[in-house]
């Protein structure tokens, strides 16, 4: 029979095996995301890049997540205007997004 400490740690280690799944599986959603937007990207030049939607819909942990597997696209032109992610960040008034993307090293005058 097991005490009630060995089940309080079992049940500790199950809910992080649940949560490490979670978070493999929506590393894995962005990363399909990611791929079809590249390929649709390749093809449409309006298209906008999937960076470039999480700024302008202010998505900050989905972005933070992209540049870090893709750190080339945080200076990428995209969008209807051709304007880089951090462009979009001002113009929306999303100032931590701009602060979070400069600290990735987002160029200002790219």
Do not use: C, I
């Amino acid at each position: 029979m097991e005490t009630m400490e060995e089940e309080w740690v079992r049940r500790r280690e199950e809910r992080r095996a649940m949560e490490d799944e979670r978070e493999r599986k929506r590393a894995r959603e962005l990363r399909e995301y990611f791929d079809w937007q590249s390929d649709q990207h390749r093809f449409d030049p309006d298209f906008w890049t999937s960076v470039w939607r999480a700024v302008a819909e202010n998505r900050v942990e989905d972005m933070r997540q992209m540049l870090f597997e893709f750190p080339e696209l945080l200076d990428e032109r995209s969008g209807p205007d051709g304007t880089t992610p951090l462009m979009e960040a001002m113009a929306q008034g999303h100032s931590y997004t701009a602060r979070l993307l400069l600290d990735f090293g987002a160029d200002p005058s790219a």
